[in-house]
């Protein structure tokens, strides 16, 4: 238990460390942020999804001693609970009749992962607003000062774009876009970060479960539902509308990833079966050595 707890506490610390140095560090060190949830995932996978509560109730502490409740709050929801139950869901497993253990299903944790992506912007999207049109004024003006930083254009200045003649436009479609892209990006990272920890702890030698064998995996049977009620609500007008579009991005991401896992297993076993009419030479060979 003292061992989680210290997995836990350095686990949480450098998460912070990540956050705050992506943040507030030179524009070359916002990528830290992407991996901001990776010590969680480390110590839920490697150690005990204990250790990753533990990581979590750190980062709170330390965010709130450092800044204030909202950030410390955010934070933890946003990074922490996903990198947590990640890795949780990861490990978990149940005794099937011949004895041997069944390991969570690959497809699942990238539906999960999918989710997730979506739920955290989800989560954010109200702080900018509670209707349609007070989201997309706000979104704007974060749009419009971040084109403003990038370019030294004075805030008593018009909005200038090198080389576009109507940034308008431009801000306006990145405003209409940046909840659907912001919710890809969570999901490919949550995937990345899910990736990373895995692979660093099998290499450490500390992973309990078999890899995943990805070419294989299935999503459960709610997933095609899911997807279609995402997809018919994306067209209700409204922040509604805006939300359900968010769940049906990143459920799509999530079928577009599956359809690669097939199309790369279909590739493996035409490779095989070239192979195999290519050297039957080699094979009719090795037989009579056999």
Known sequence: MLQNVLIGIGAGAASALLSVAGAFGPPSAI?????????????????????????????????????????????????GVPAWWLGYLALL????DA???D???????VFWAA?????????ALPFYGLDEETVQSSLRGVIERAIRLRSDTPSDQPLAIPGVS???????????????????AGAFINLLNLWLA???????????????????????????????????????????GIFAGIFATVLLLAFAILGLAVLHAHVEADAAHAGLLEHPRHLLGQRRDE
């Open 31 to 79: 990528f830290l942020v992407i991996f901001a949830g990776l010590p969680i995932m480390i110590a839920a996978i490697g150690w005990s999804h204990i250790a990753a509560l533990v990581a979590i109730a750190t980062v709170f502490v330390g965010m709130f001693a450092i800044f204030n409740f909202t950030v410390a709050i955010a934070l933890a929801l946003t990074v």
């Open 93 to 96: 497993a149940r005794t099937n």
């Open 166 to 184: 109507n940034p308008t436009r431009i801000v306006d479609f990145f405003v209409f876009v940046a909840p659907y892209l912001s919710a890809m």
């Open 198 to 240: 895995g692979l660093t702890v099998r290499i450490s030698g500390r992973l309990n479960r078999p890899w995943p064998d990805i070419p294989s995996m299935r999503f459960p049977a709610y997933a095609f539902a899911a997807v279609a009620v995402a997809l018919a609500g994306s067209f209700v007008p409204g922040l509604a």
């Open 103 to 109: 390991w969570y299903p690959s497809g699942s944790l």
């Open 115 to 123: 989710v997730l992506g979506g739920a955290t912007v989800a989560f």
């Open 99 to 101: 004895g041997s253990l």
